[in-house]
């Protein structure tokens, strides 16, 4: 049973692909930085139809500035002057904020950095430049300003569209270019319990202010392409091991995304780098990998997903993740669930939770045993697929103390085939507070 989730993104080249994509895909994501209403609510129905069950993440636009509509793509070469106007002319841009924010010997980078231009003259609603790195430009990629100042990474486009997942019924909301933690507090007010809140750090503002974002946030994302151009690409490295090293610690669950088997876009197998970088960032402890261009818009979306598939699958049978020190009195209950099915040889470990605090903790542990998360409504389920290694199941029952939960999981257990092994059953006693961890119990199932 493969731990490390997958998410992938839907777009023309998968859309009709859903039914083959639903056997391995743990979360499809929605980018509404492309699309109208129309297309949205067409997407939603198509996932809700055709992979009934699956947990849908939606991915807020934030501030980032991008090309208008082009026809076909321009070839940028090396040396040659370019404009951007929003009058019909040259590079296509509307948004105000770039005729602002753009200054005479600036440097910009567009397409994920892959384009590097010199602005040379700027004027209220036109922008000259000269390029210094070439390269291919099509409709809707982003601009990069390095060192921009903005007030928020939330705009009123953003507000709007939050409306509309929430109404569509997403589970997630994926939060682009957050600046400060009050940006998540901002939508969370909004969201209130009806999805969970993800921060994708992309801006070097983020990172500089990374644990309050974290700590206010209920999952993470390393977004690497806007964050490559804003940090450097040789700092990335390091920056990505330290969100998801902050972001355990935190028992945030964090994906990895931009760029995973990006080749996969034009040809149906992957380069060995990007093998061993999906290696590399499964052993640094990441919950998910999140698949983008690969699956929405490439030539092998199937295969891409069946190639990652393969790989988590064979990585996870041969790394063990370092696993991060307990916080709380809670986490140290957790520690001692994993310890007791190592020592046992449980093979699985199953989790009652309320709020699926006590599902986090083991998860952020990366026991060897499977677990089994015993949620007590959908939403929750859910949600927790995002989750490293746990496999949720809805309870029908009411649990009132531990005994009613132990018989439970020995019923789960054994659709598992688990008659006369060992199982560790833990979480949170239903008479006691919620989102507690606060008891394990060994026990052996009787066949």
Not at 128 to 138: A, M
Not at 340 to 359: D, P, Q
Request: proline letters at 5%.
């Amino acid at each position: 049973m493969r731990k490390t989730k997958i998410i992938a993104t839907l777009g023309p080249a998968s859309e009709n692909k859903v039914k083959e994509l639903s056997g391995l895909v743990d979360i499809f994501r929605l980018n509404f930085a492309h699309g109208d209403e129309a297309e949205h609510k067409r997407y939603f129905d198509i996932i809700n139809d055709e992979a009934k069950g699956t947990p849908i993440l939606v991915d807020l636009p934030g501030p980032k500035i991008r090309v208008g509509d082009i026809q076909g793509k321009l070839d940028l070469r090396s040396g040659q002057k370019v404009i951007f106007s929003n009058k019909g002319n040259g590079i296509p841009v509307e948004d105000p904020v770039f005729f602002k924010g753009v200054k005479n010997n600036s440097i910009i980078l567009l397409s994920d950095g892959n384009i590097k231009v010199k602005i040379t003259e700027v004027k209220n609603d036109e922008v000259k430049g000269l390029v210094l790195e070439g390269g291919i430009l099509t409709s809707r990629k982003g601009i990069n300003i390095p060192d921009i100042q903005l007030p928020s990474g939330i705009t009123d486009n953003d507000m709007k569209l939050l409306d509309e997942a929430l109404k569509l019924g997403a589970d997630f909301i994926g939060l682009s270019f957050v600046l400060s933690k009050d940006d998540i507090i901002k939508v969370k007010e909004k969201v209130k319990d009806t999805a969970w809140v993800i921060a994708k750090i992309e801006k070097k503002n983020a990172v500089e202010k990374l644990k309050d974002i974290v700590d206010v946030s209920d999952a993470v994302m390393v977004a690497r392409g806007d964050l490559g151009v804003e940090i450097g690409l040789e700092n990335l490295p390091f920056i990505q091991k330290r969100i998801i090293s902050v972001s355990r610690h935190s028992g945030r669950p964090v994906i990895l995304a931009t760029q995973v088997l990006e080749s996969m876009v034009t040809f149906p197998a992957p380069t060995r780098a990007e093998v061993i970088d999906i290696s590399n960032s499964i052993s640094e402890g990441v919950d998910a990998i999140m698949l983008s261009d690969e699956t929405a818009a490439g030539n092998y979306p199937v295969e891409a997903v069946k190639t990652l598939n393969e790989i988590m699958t064979a990585v996870e049978k041969r790394i063990k993740t370092i696993r991060p020190p307990p916080v709380t009195p809670d986490d140290a209950v957790a520690v001692a669930s994993v310890n007791v099915a190592e020592i046992s040889k449980a093979s699985i470990i199953i989790v009652h939770s309320r709020s699926g605090n006590s599902t986090i903790r083991i998860s952020r542990l990366r026991p060897k045993s499977n677990i089994i998360g015993i949620c007590p409504t959908e939403v929750l389920a859910r949600r927790l697929k995002l989750c490293w290694g746990v496999f949720p199941i809805i309870s029908d029952k009411n649990m009132r103390d531990i005994d009613d939960i132990i018989i439970y999981a020995e019923n789960v257990s054994r659709l598992y085939g688990k008659c006369g092994e060992n199982i560790v059953v833990t979480g949170g006693d239903p008479r006691l507070e919620e989102g507690r961890t606060d008891f394990i119990k060994l026990h052996q199932i009787p066949c």
